[in-house]
């Protein structure tokens, strides 16, 4: 079976953007949580979120960036910065033995806002003739394959907030199977619109914590109350093995196992003790070849909600035990980036095997008496682990698991 291995990380978040940025940020349990200064959030009963700093025509022409929705621009600015990372050129990458897949949980939330804005108040025929191309949630993909000249396989799995675990999943699938050397995988998301942060206000999903933005996140903690929303992407390059070692290129980590399930069980909440996720993490665990007692670190999906802390909890000492390794949520840092958590949790799970610093669970003041794992709590870990496991779950039940290996 053909190797898979992660040779290129960009980042874009709340925290940092590029792989060097967003490992300091970590390491230092950087807040990325404000008051949202994208549009006027004052009249709703949430005003906070984790909002990207970065001047996007650094990486794209305006007039081109005009014509993107914002989760587009954070794919393209994400794949450039691991394509940099990697140490491949663009010229190496063009053509049929690379390919793309990069997800979306939404898609262009703020384009359909806008020109729905249009179509109400000035009529459909006035809306822009770009609407239909920025909106769609594959166009993250399109528009990297575009950029590069990539002409492999090209897919754009969406699983809410399990997509960017997906990808990398699918991703790997390409390369294992000979359909490709080198795929850009992962996620990119930009939820943070009057109707992405009023549709979860509404549902009740949200931390209403606007008196303290860097504190509204807490992952697994006895007074958590919501999830904080984030924006963002998490791009990985990741290649086939002998290739990148002919090469000579700097390895982060082996992709060695990928789970999904579905919980089949509620359109928003987890199943009962984590039933689902069960079945995505073993399912990993056997793709992978390996026991659970070789996991030396969970990079958690943590969301700060309620159920999901629980229910994330269970299913991890349904696995482990007592002997469950140190667990963390990286959320407390970024907030929920929703379809591109996966990414950017996934190049924060290859960084700690690569660093051998484990990220902290940020805001982790008030223990749950129900939730009795290692946290990993406000402080980074100097600790060197060999396998490493990324979860994600998502509205549908859909749910995600990676693993990967230290190289």
């Known amino acids: 079976m053909r190797r898979v291995v992660v040779t290129g990380l960009g980042p874009v978040t709340p925290i940092g953007v590029g792989a060097e940025e967003f490992l300091v940020a970590q390491h230092e349990a950087r807040n990325g949580i404000r008051r949202i200064t994208n549009f006027d959030a004052s009249d709703l009963s949430v005003t906070i979120a984790g909002e990207v700093d970065v001047n996007v025509e650094d990486y794209i022409e305006r007039r081109e960036a005009k014509r993107l929705d914002r989760f587009v621009h954070f794919a393209l600015i994400g794949a450039e910065l691991a394509l940099r ?34 179509r109400y108040e000035r009529g459909a025929m006035r809306m822009s003739p770009f609407f239909i191309p920025m909106l769609i949630a594959n166009m993250a993909s399109g528009h990297v394959a575009m950029r590069f000249g990539l002409t492999g396989p090209s897919s754009s799995v969406v ?64 007074s958590r109350d919501g999830f904080v929303a984030g924006e963002g992407a998490g791009i990985l390059v990741l290649e086939e093995y002998e290739h990148a070692k002919k090469r000579g290129a700097r390895i982060y980590a082996e992709v060695i196992g990928f789970g999904s399930s579905a919980d089949a069980h509620h359109i928003t909440a987890p199943a009962p003790g984590g039933r689902g996720a069960i079945r995505a993490i073993e399912s990993a665990l056997k793709s992978a070849g390996i026991s659970a007692s070789e996991v030396g670190y ?30 963390s949520s990286t959320k407390g840092m970024t907030g929920h980036t929703l379809g591109a958590a996966g990414g950017i949790e996934g190049i924060a799970t290859v960084q700690a095997l690569h660093s051998g610093v484990l990220p902290p669970t940020r805001n982790y003041t008030d223990p749950d008496p129900e939730l009795d794992l290692d946290y990993i709590p406000n402080e980074a870990r100097q600790q060197q682990v060999d396998v490493a496991l990324s979860t994600n779950f998502a509205f549908g039940g859909q749910n995600a698991a990676v693993l990967f ?3």
């Open 298 to 327: 969970i990079n958690a999906h943590g969301t700060s909600t309620p159920a999901n802390d629980l229910n994330e909890t269970l299913a991890f000492k349904a696995i482990w035990g007592a002997d469950a390794p140190p667990v």
């Open 159 to 222: 699983t809410a907030c399990a997509t960017g675990s997906s990808n990398i999943g699918e991703g790997w699938r390409m390369i294992q199977q000979d359909e490709a050397d080198i795929v850009f995988a992962g996620g990119s998301e930009a939820p943070i619109t009057p109707m992405g942060i009023g549709g979860f206000a509404v549902m009740k999903a949200l931390s209403t914590r606007n008196d303290s933005p860097e504190t509204a996140s807490r992952p697994f903690t006895a």
């Open 405 to 407: 290996k230290r190289v």
């Open 85 to 118: 990372d990697s140490g491949l050129t663009a010229d190496d990458v063009a053509g049929d033995r690379t390919g793309t897949a990069v997800g979306s949980g939404i898609g262009g939330l703020e384009t359909w806002e806008n020109q729905s804005g249009i």
